[in-house]
């Protein structure tokens, strides 16, 4: 059975910084791409970064672009998400996903989705 357990979440002072993990288990996720997307209260879930298998890319959406990092270790088959100079904006509910192809994680549309761990940012 596939799970992507998060963990990392909590609550920390604007312009602060928190690391999120998502552990995977169930099977090697090395040659899937991995994701983060973020739901906030009465908003849709929004893209906010991917990593590729393979040949290491990444992807961010412009909003958390130059503070947000999304990284792997293939040995821990765990993907994290390092967030620097948070932003009250920045509070949800951070979803880890993966899939086969890169497209469909990136587009919300990927083969495993976590349950999420709360980030929630004070100004």
């Known amino acids: 059975q596939v799970q992507l357990v998060e963990s990392g979440g909590g609550l920390v002072q604007a312009g602060g910084s928190l690391r999120l993990s998502c552990a995977a288990s169930?099977?090697?996720?090395?040659?899937?791409?991995m994701g983060w997307f973020r739901q906030a209260p009465g908003k849709e879930r929004e893209f906010v970064a991917a990593?590729?298998?393979?040949?290491?890319?990444?992807y961010y959406p412009d909003s958390v672009k130059g503070r947000f990092t999304i990284s792997r270790d293939i040995a821990k088959n765990t993907v994290y998400l390092q967030m620097n100079s948070l932003k009250s904006e920045d509070t949800a509910v951070y979803y880890c996903?993966?899939?086969?192809?890169?497209?469909?994680?990136?587009?919300?549309?990927?083969?495993?989705w976590g349950q999420g761990t709360l980030v929630t940012v004070s100004s």
């Open positions: 996903a993966a899939g086969v192809r890169t497209r469909t994680v990136v587009t919300g549309e990927p083969d495993y």
């Open positions: 169930g099977r090697t996720f090395d040659s899937y791409a």
């Open positions: 990593i590729s298998g393979g040949v290491i890319s990444t």
